[in-house]
T-cell receptor, first 115, second 114 residues
Framework: ETGVTQTPRHLVMGMTNKKSLKCEQHLGHNAMYWYKQSAKKPLELMFVYSLEERVENNSVPSRFSPECPNSSHLFLHLHTLQPEDSALYLC??????????????FGPGTRLTVL | DQQVKQNSPSLSVQEGRISILNCDYTNSMFDYFLWYKKYPAEGPTFLISISSIKDKNEDGRFTVFLNKSAKHLSLHIVPSQPGDSAVYFCAARGSGGGADGLTFGKGTHLIIQP
């Protein structure tokens, strides 16, 4: 596998379920990101991790809980979600050093539907 | 309030002609601007970027122009090809020394007509 992978690609869950989204990067990057894309809205940054430490949390509800066990893996744990949380969840990674060459590379996304 | 705006939800261009996609921003702290391309069922793919100290960056058929005083950038694709049909996102970030999230526009759906 190369690049940034995400599993599952599609997920349907009830409001009382607990599920997790997984992201893995094979690029040797040090920073990982979660974004959310809702219908008719731009991609919105949710969380940023740099060297496994969370450096940004964009006022995301606590029903979304990120975890970064190492620089290659990122999880998003979901519990008691609402139907309005249905969206495309995208993971990205970058070298993390800032500057003009710190390009973010995206995975294919997980399409989440909350019933 | 949206800090990065792409005011054209869609754009149709004939194959072989120039495609011009526009983007405006409001945050003067943005220092780097990027364009991403997205096909259905795939994640965004990085295309080209520009630093605020430059006004132009070119890579093959793709050129990005930045007008810092107008807080406006544009992506030119010439000549346009059928495979260019996709959604194009403009994104921006500041010049922090470490990992920094991107602020995205809503995207422009480019359709290349044969």
């Amino acid at each position: 596998e190369t690049g940034v992978t995400q599993t599952p690609r599609h997920l349907v869950m009830g409001m009382t379920n607990k599920k997790s989204l997984k992201c893995e990067q094979h690029l040797g990057h040090n920073a990982m990101y979660w974004y959310k894309q809702s219908a008719k809205k731009p991609l919105e940054l949710m969380f940023v991790y740099s060297l496994e430490e969370r450096v940004e949390n964009n006022s995301v509800p606590s029903r979304f809980s990120p975890e970064c066990p190492n620089s290659s893996h990122l999880f998003l744990h979901l519990h008691t979600l609402q139907p309005e949380d249905s969206a495309l969840y995208l993971c990205a990674s970058s070298l993390g050093g800032g500057g003009p060459t710190d390009t973010q590379y995206f995975g294919p996304g997980t399409r989440l539907t909350v019933l | 309030d949206q800090q990065v705006k792409q005011n054209s939800p869609s754009l149709s261009v004939q194959e072989g002609r120039i495609s011009i996609l526009n983007c405006d921003y409001t945050n003067s702290m943005f220092d780097y601007f990027l364009w991403y391309k997205k096909y259905p069922a795939e994640g965004p793919t990085f295309l080209i970027s520009i630093s605020s100290i430059k006004d132009k960056n070119e890579d093959g058929r793709f050129t990005v122009f930045l007008n810092k005083s107008a807080k406006h950038l544009s992506l030119h694709i010439v000549p346009s090809q059928p495979g260019d049909s996709a959604v194009y996102f403009c994104a921006a970030r500041g010049s922090g020394g470490g990992a920094d999230g991107l602020t995205f526009g809503k995207g422009t759906h480019l359709i290349i007509q044969p």
